[in-house]
């Protein structure tokens, strides 16, 4: 009612009592009829009345500083209201029912045996007593169980995080007609300014559950490699790019650096956005798709891709199977990885590169769990602590590094009184939640 008695709206309320609220505390909820007017009365009607719109997660960060669920719960809460497939909800799901929580109470049960014994250990060395070692098959136990939980952390950090996949190779590769086979249409690639393509084109895909970002880069060139004529990109001009880490790429209308006095020209600036961009890509991709074209011998701009992604995750493709192989043997033998054969023009062997794709995004089956890059950090943290105590050449290193790695983990559920980690997990949250 209004306060001249006018009535708003016919409404429900629940009562929730304290302490079995999801804050913990006194709680009620209105449900009133659909629209906005009636909300929004309802709205003024509480405001007038003292109460304030709560701020984005206020409710979840309520909950987890009551103690009512941890902060991998609450931040389960917002992967599940941003989550992009079925697969990743899942996930989000099962961790805000506590599956992380339990995983890490457990290896924190295991942590702190573990330290008790080399303390133990450590005790009797000291008067002599016993010639303490450091417990390695217990060591090795727990990081074979770290080691799994995050193999599954990572195929389900790809799940709540989606996943980068960027391909490269010379242009003429075929990556554009590559990363339109993988998205199943036909994008056209186009510039701002009339006869290039050297932008960067985006697309998401869902991968067995996994929402791919795919990038098709501008193409790489190295020095001596000119394009076969008449192979020219569909738009009529070639693509540039590099990566910089090798050095050894460069744009091909970018002088040598320090040598030479040609001016940056409107195209050379292009060029050169072009080159950043494809950087950027390379450098943010989780998996790299090197295209090599199969119907021609290697040059350098190929040599320079597979440099360019050697430590990376990569998958390295030959293109244009339809044509006569003229990629010379030696060069397939020196790929990072065995060459998947696939013939753009005709469709043959894209399922298979995309199973391969889907098994480099950890999507194949086995246990996943939802993680995010932070609470991963945390894991792969404590396991590298692990690692190091039990090759520690004393037990007092070793009881060191089992402290840490002890702390790394209780990053995972880190604790609700740390402000700033609340804010940062909290600031995702929308009004409401
Ligand atoms: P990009 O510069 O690496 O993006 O290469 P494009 O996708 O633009 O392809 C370059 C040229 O190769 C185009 O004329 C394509 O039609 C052609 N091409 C791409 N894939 C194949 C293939 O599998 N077989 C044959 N025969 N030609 C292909």
Do not use: W
């Not at 500083?65 to 697969?87: I, N």
């Not at 050449?393 to 402000?419: C, F, G, H, K, W």
């Amino acid at each position: 009612m209004t306060p001249t008695r006018e009535p708003v709206d016919q409404v429900m309320v629940t009562v929730y009592r304290a302490p079995r609220s999801y804050t913990g505390e006194e709680m009620a909820e209105i449900s009133c009829h659909g629209g906005t007017v009636a909300a929004d009365g309802i709205m003024s009607l509480l405001i007038d009345a003292g109460c304030r719109p709560a701020e984005p997660g206020e409710f979840t960060r309520r909950a987890v500083l009551a103690g009512k669920m941890t902060l991998s719960q609450a931040e389960a809460v917002a992967d599940m209201a941003e989550a992009r497939s079925e697969p990743a909800y899942r996930c989000a799901l099962a961790r805000y029912r506590g599956a992380l929580s339990g995983l890490v109470a457990g290896l924190s049960n295991d942590l702190s045996e573990l330290l008790a014994e080399v303390e133990f250990n450590l005790g009797f060395d000291e008067h002599d007593t016993v010639s303490g070692a450091v417990p390695k098959t217990r060591i090795n136990r727990i990081t074979a169980r770290l080691d799994k939980t995050i193999a599954s952390a990572e195929r389900g950090r790809f799940l709540i995080e989606g996943a980068n996949v960027a391909i490269v190779g010379r242009p003429n590769a075929g990556k554009s007609s590559l990363f339109n086979r993988l998205v199943e249409e036909e994008r056209a690639i186009t510039s701002p300014i009339p006869g290039t393509t050297r932008d960067r084109v985006d697309a998401t895909v869902v991968l067995a559950g996994v929402p791919v970002r795919l990038v098709d880069t501008a193409g790489l060139t190295a020095q001596g490699d000119c394009p076969r004529t008449g192979t020219v990109p569909k738009t009529g001009s070639p693509r540039t790019g590099t990566v910089p880490k090798t050095g050894s790429l460069r744009p091909r209308t970018v002088p040598k650096v320090g040598r030479s006095p040609v001016p940056r020209t409107g195209s050379a600036v292009l060029t050169a956005l072009a080159l950043a961009q494809t950087a950027k890509a390379v450098e943010q991709a989780d998996v790299i798709v090197a295209l090599f074209d199969g119907s021609r011998p290697a040059g350098p701009s190929d040599r320079a891709v597979i440099a360019a992604i050697r430590g990376r995750e990569s998958i390295c493709v030959m293109n244009k199977t339809d044509l006569p192989c003229r990629l010379d043997r030696a060069f397939a033998r020196n790929c990072p990885s065995r060459l998947t054969p696939v013939s753009c023009r005709t469709g043959a062997g894209i399922g298979r590169l995309r199973s391969r794709l889907a098994r480099s995004l950890r999507a194949g089956p086995g246990p996943r769990l939802a993680v995010n890059r932070r609470q991963l950090e945390a894991l792969s943290s404590c396991r590298d602590a692990l690692v190091r105590a039990g090759s520690a050449p004393t037990l007092e290193t070793a009881a060191l590094e089992t402290r840490s790695a002890i702390d790394m983990l209780s990053q995972v559920d880190a604790p609700a009184t740390s402000t700033d980690i609340l804010d940062r997990v909290f600031a995702r949250f929308c009004i409401g939640k």
